[in-house]
């Protein structure tokens, strides 16, 4: 599209950055820096027309059917179909992504109500690595957005809820040499089926029995110089345990934890 309308190579990218900012200013706050790259206003009106439209067939007939752009476009849509995704993708002309180094096909994901901005979106980019001081080597990427997928799984009511995790078992050392140790032991217990939240740093018993409050967490494993584990639960006096094994034992005889 860029070379029909005389746009040279080295102006693709600035122009794309551009035109990607039409999505959120009108033409006019942006005629002046494209004005700036060469293009004249007839090359303007010409590239945001062909951004309105709406089907491959309609590049074709202004590009021609054996443009490159055309090819691949029609060349993907052929693949989708035989990969039983052609459902899921609907050709739009007006997404341009606002990076210099795509070099092919570009896309963005958006849930069918339409109702949020992109999910995601990425592209083909066939130099990039090369660019970096790489091998040349062609590929396709994306990125995509948190908040975006937090909003729709909250719409869809798919949202899982995380404001308490179901932490039943708190592991940690009083002191570094034994972090081994404690690694050893909340992947015991693990092993056994116990849901463990592990504290990495060095921090005072206070701060881990509160952290246990706070979560909700019914027991701390905690190990020291002189003995190997103290049990500590909100209800009961501390207990001496000699293994992960054990606390699970006792965990369920006392009915420890949630």
């Known amino acids: ?6 746009i040279s190579e080295d102006k693709w990218a600035p122009t794309c950055v551009l035109i990607d900012k039409l999505e959120k200013v009108p033409i006019d706050s942006i005629m002046s820096d494209l004005n700036a790259l060469g293009l004249t206003k007839e090359v303007v009106e010409d590239l945001v027309n062909s951004l309105k ?17 055309v090819v691949e476009l029609k060349r993907l849509l052929h693949l989708a179909q035989g990969y039983g995704i052609s459902d899921w993708l609907v050709f739009d002309a007006s997404v ?86 404690a690694v050893a032991a909340a992947s015991e217990l693990r092993r056994d089926g116990i849901c463990v939240d592990m504290v990495l740093d060095e921090r005072k018993p206070k701060w881990v029995f509160q952290r246990a409050d706070k979560r909700g967490v019914g027991l701390c494993y905690s190990l020291h110089c002189n003995v190997c584990c103290t049990l500590k639960h909100a209800l009961h006096e501390p207990h001496l345990l000699t293994s992960p094994l054990h606390l699970h034992e006792n965990r369920r005889r006392r009915h420890f934890g949630p």
């Open 1 to 6: 599209m860029m070379t029909s309308l005389g």
């Open 53 to 69: 439209m709406k089907s491959i067939d309609q590049f074709a007939e202004k590009l021609g059917p054996d443009a490159e752009g």
């Open 96 to 181: 341009v992504r606002g990076l210099a180094y795509y070099t092919g096909v570009v896309f963005e994901g958006f849930d069918r109500s339409g109702e949020l901005r992109a999910i995601f979106g990425g592209g083909r980019y066939d130099k990039l690595l090369q660019s970096m001081g790489g091998e040349p080597l062609p590929a396709v990427g994306f990125g995509f957005g948190d908040a975006v997928i937090v909003e729709l799984l909250k719409a869809k009511g798919l949202l899982p809820e995380t404001s308490k995790a179901p932490v039943q078992v708190m592991v940690y050392a009083m002191d570094a040499s034994l972090s081994d140790k």
